[in-house]
């Protein structure tokens, strides 16, 4: 069974930090694109960051983009997201995602940590 769990959530003040974990198991880990998504109260959830197999190509979404990494470390089955300048509109449900090379779409999804950024 394909396992997707997120860790690292917490509160934290405008302009803080925050470093998101999920670690991934029942997969071949390093055949997977990896990604992170935020949904707030009220919208849609949102693409936040990707990363591919190796690491070499890596997106953001523009509000992010400046703030907040992804990273991976394929020998420890783990991707990443370390958020900083944290602002009171990066407050989500932040859920990693999993989707194969030669997938359309996003096939794993973990189960979420909240994240709250106070003003």
């Known amino acids: 069974q394909v396992q997707l769990v997120e860790s690292g959530g917490g509160l934290v003040q405008a302009g803080g930090s925050l470093r998101l974990s999920c670690a991934a198991s029942?997969?071949?880990?390093?055949?997977?694109?990896m990604g992170w998504f935020r949904q707030a109260p009220g919208k849609e959830r949102e693409f936040v960051a990707r990363?591919?197999?190796?690491?070499?190509?890596?997106d953001y979404a523009d509000s992010v983009k400046g703030r907040f990494t992804i990273s991976r470390d394929n020998a420890k089955n783990t991707v990443y997201l370390q958020m900083n300048s944290l602002k009171p509109e990066d407050t989500a449900v932040y859920t990693c995602?999993?989707?194969?090379?030669?997938?359309?779409?996003?096939?794993?999804w973990g189960q979420g940590t909240q994240v709250t950024v106070s003003s």
């Open positions: 990363i591919s197999t190796s690491g070499r190509t890596i």
């Open positions: 995602a999993a989707r194969r090379l030669a997938s359309t779409e996003y096939n794993y």
């Open positions: 029942g997969l071949s880990f390093s055949n997977y694109y």
